[in-house]
């Protein structure tokens, strides 16, 4: 989703540009290689982004899409994406702002938990989504890693919430992990379980707003 169109932006290989796309989801990785068939300035990396060390020179832009509070460490994860930019290149961060998928979410965990006959601890990346996710958390986090031209935008972005999309979002991002160990009936339970909860609430639509940031390596 952020690796095709920025090596759209860049264009061919050559002087215009190389993307490097670089991810812990074998999965992910492989269909992102399939889905770049076309595009042979984008390569596909199945690897850790807080030890990955860039081939060619430091990157004009590091961006990181919905991905910074999964890092292990969110500061010391990002200062080292940072490192891999050349003086004056740009950190650009993408997430989730406050009240986005509050309501699917908690849907979806009730339901998780309560296949799971237990109530499910909170996912250390919420916390540290939560650090980021308004225009001013995001400027002072960005400000804090000493970065120089901070920009950042609020973008609103609604969509109707039907079960097929409900169920997209638990298979499609980092949630899934929730589903470890789980066979395909205990899934089937969990997916009616959330689209019961969303019926019941009358949660017809899915708020996924974003806060968007860039900011410059002096």
């Not at 390569?43 to 030890?51: A, E, N």
Request: aromatic share 6%; glycine share 8%; with cysteine.
């Amino acid at each position: 989703a952020s690796a095709l169109p920025a090596a759209r932006a860049v264009g061919p290989v050559g002087p215009v540009g190389r993307v490097d796309a670089v991810d812990l989801a074998g999965a992910l990785v492989d269909h992102g290689r399939r889905a770049a068939a076309t595009l042979p300035q984008l390569r596909f990396h199945h690897d850790d982004v807080t030890t990955w060390r860039p081939a060619d020179e430091p990157y004009d832009l590091v961006q990181a899409a919905y991905g910074v509070f999964f890092l292990p460490d969110m500061d010391a994860g990002s200062r080292y994406l940072v490192s891999l930019l050349r003086p004056g290149g740009r950190f650009a961060v993408q997430t989730w702002r406050q009240g986005a998928l509050v309501d699917f979410a908690r849907c979806m965990f009730e339901a998780v938990a309560d296949e799971l006959s237990h109530p499910l601890e909170s996912p250390v990346a919420k916390a540290a989504g939560e650090r980021i996710n308004s225009a001013a958390k995001l400027s002072d986090w960005l400000s804090s890693l000493e970065l120089a031209d901070v920009r950042v935008s609020e973008v609103g972005f609604v969509q109707p919430l039907t079960p097929e999309l409900a169920w997209n979002l638990v298979l499609g991002t980092g949630w899934r992990q929730l589903l470890a160990g789980c066979d395909d009936e205990a899934m089937r339970r969990i997916r009616d379980g959330i689209i019961a909860r969303l019926a019941q609430r009358h949660i017809t639509q899915l708020d996924a707003g974003s806060v968007v940031g860039t900011a410059v390596r002096a």
